[in-house]
T-cell receptor, first 115, second 113 residues
C-alpha cells in the first residue's frame, strides 16, 4: 500500500488476555519501528528492526512484550497477559535504511484498551 | 540522557493569529530536530526538520530554526488557520547514526474561526 498499515485500529481486551498488533510497512522500507503513545504523554520508543540485523529491543517495558518481523516486512507486536497500564496507542513506523536523512512514516496506530 | 521539552497545551488561538510553540532539548552530540503533527483521526506526519545548527526547516507556512546556543527549535507560523488544529510534537534524533526518535509530550493547538 501507499502508507504504513496497522491492524486492528481499535482493540478492547480483558485484563490478562494476550493481544497481537500487526504492522505492514511501506514496501521497500528496511527499517521498522514500534512506539507507544500513552494518554497525555509523548511517544515512547519500543523496538527497532533493520533488515536482517538483531532488533533493538531496549524500549520494551517488560518481558510481556515481544515483537517479530517476518521476511523483513510485516511485523507483529505481542503483549501477553495484558494489564490496564498497557492501554495506549501503539504506533508503527517505517523508513528507508535508518533515520539519518530519511523520513520516517507513521501508521495511524492501534488503540488498545485493557478493561 | 537526551530529552525534549515542549510547552504544555492546549494553545487556543483565533484564526490568523501568530503561533509559537516552544521546544527545547537536551542532547549529547549533534542531534537532528523534527516537528511532527497529528491531525484528528490521522497518523503522525513529519512537518519539518533541521539537521544542523542554524538550519531552518519550513513547510506549509510553518518554520523552525535549529538554535544550538539556546538548544531550542521553536515552531512558528505567521497566520494560523482552523485546519492547523492538531497536536504538534517536537522530536530529536542523534544524527545520522541514530534510529531512535525522542519525542516531547506534544502540544495541542486549537484554532477558532
Amino acid at each position: 500500500g501507499a502508507g504504513v498499515s496497522q491492524s486492528p485500529s481499535n482493540k478492547v481486551t480483558e485484563k490478562g488476555k494476550d493481544v497481537e498488533l500487526r504492522c505492514d510497512p511501506i514496501s521497500g522500507h528496511t527499517a521498522l519501528y514500534w512506539y507507544r503513545q500513552s494518554l497525555g504523554q509523548g511517544l515512547e520508543f519500543l523496538i527497532y528492526f533493520q533488515g536482517n540485523s538483531a532488533p533493538d529491543k531496549s524500549g520494551l517495558p517488560s518481558d510481556r512484550f515481544s515483537a517479530e518481523r517476518t521476511g523483513g516486512s510485516v511485523s507483529t507486536l505481542t503483549i501477553q497477559r495484558t494489564q490496564q497500564e498497557d492501554s495506549a496507542v501503539y504506533l508503527c513506523a517505517s523508513s528507508l535504511l535508518n533515520l539519518g536523512g530519511n523520513t520516517i512514516y507513521f501508521g495511524e496506530g492501534s488503540w488498545l484498551t485493557v478493561v | 540522557g537526551n530529552s525534549v521539552t515542549q510547552m504544555e497545551g492546549p494553545v487556543t488561538l483565533s484564526e490568523e493569529a501568530f503561533l509559537t510553540i516552544n521546544c527545547t532539548y537536551t542532547a549529547t552530540g549533534y542531534p537532528s530536530l523534527f516537528w511532527y503533527v497529528q491531525y484528528p483521526g490521522e497518523g503522525l506526519q513529519l512537518l519539518l526538520k533541521a539537521t544542523k545548527a542554524d538550519d531552518k526547516g519550513s513547510n506549509k507556512g510553518f518554520e523552525a530554526t535549529y538554535r544550538k546556543e539556546t538548544t531550542s527549535f521553536h515552531l512558528e507560523k505567521g497566520s494560523v488557520q482552523v485546519s492547523d488544529s492538531a497536536v504538534y510534537f517536537c522530536a530529536l534524533s542523534e544524527g545520522d547514526s541514530s534510529y531512535k526518535l525522542i519525542f516531547g509530550s506534544g502540544t495541542r493547538l486549537l484554532v477558532r474561526p
